[in-house]
């Protein structure tokens, strides 16, 4: 946890610092720990970096607020054992019609038209190129909370290039509105 900290810490200061943003260092505490956290605005959204702690190691989540959430929640995972059982017992599983992005993801959702919106070709690229393991989008409606993204890469990221892409796909993602038609 420590070794993890410090990574982040090393990289994301100097990020924040350079892109005018705040930054929250990493400290472990005797009765709880603070994880590195770097906060932003770009593009008028609310962002955000943090460390994240799973069973495998450490993660970096790209967080977003939208300012206008598309009404519905998409939550995106890697496809892998677990996933497959899930399908094979009926678990939902929405194609896109991206063959390489529909054979490395499981996706689900409360409304087709917000996974449509959402997953936009930069969004689905940068997930594919990155190696994102999840990606969600929560309206806020369940839990009455404010609308969220999150973009989640497996590894803890330290180069600002990596930092900026995961960010830009979580405004991306922020910034997605559902095209009506006057038809409708």
């Keep these: ?13 100097p990020y924040a610092r350079t892109r005018g943003m705040d930054y929250s260092a990493g400290r472990i505490g005797w009765a709880h720990t603070q994880w590195p956290r770097v ?5 008028g959204i609310a962002v955000a970096l943090e460390l994240v702690g799973r069973l495998g190691g450490y993660h970096t989540g790209a967080l977003a607020v939208p300012i206008a959430a598309v009404q ?12 497959k059982i899930s399908k094979a017992f009926g678990a939902q599983d929405i194609t896109i ?7 490395a993801f499981l996706v689900k959702a409360t409304s087709e038209a ?3 919106a959402v997953l936009s070709a930069l969004v ?14 929560d309206d806020g409606s369940e ?3 404010v609308p969220m993204v999150l973009f989640e890469i497996p590894v803890i990221l330290t180069e600002p290039r990596l930092l900026d892409r995961a960010l830009r796909a979580a405004v991306e993602i922020a910034q997605t509105r559902i095209q009506e038609t006057p038809y409708r």
């Design 1 to 13: 946890m420590r070794q993890a900290i410090l990574t982040a810490d090393a990289a994301w200061e």
């Design 39 to 43: 906060d932003g605005v770009i593009e």
């Design 72 to 83: 519905g929640n998409v939550e995106v995972t890697r496809e892998g054992v677990i996933a």
């Design 97 to 103: 019609g991206d063959e390489t992005f529909d054979r």
């Design 114 to 116: 917000a996974v449509r």
């Design 124 to 137: 689905r690229s940068a997930m594919l190129e990155m190696g994102a393991d999840r990606v969600i989008y």
């Design 143 to 145: 839990h009455k909370h």
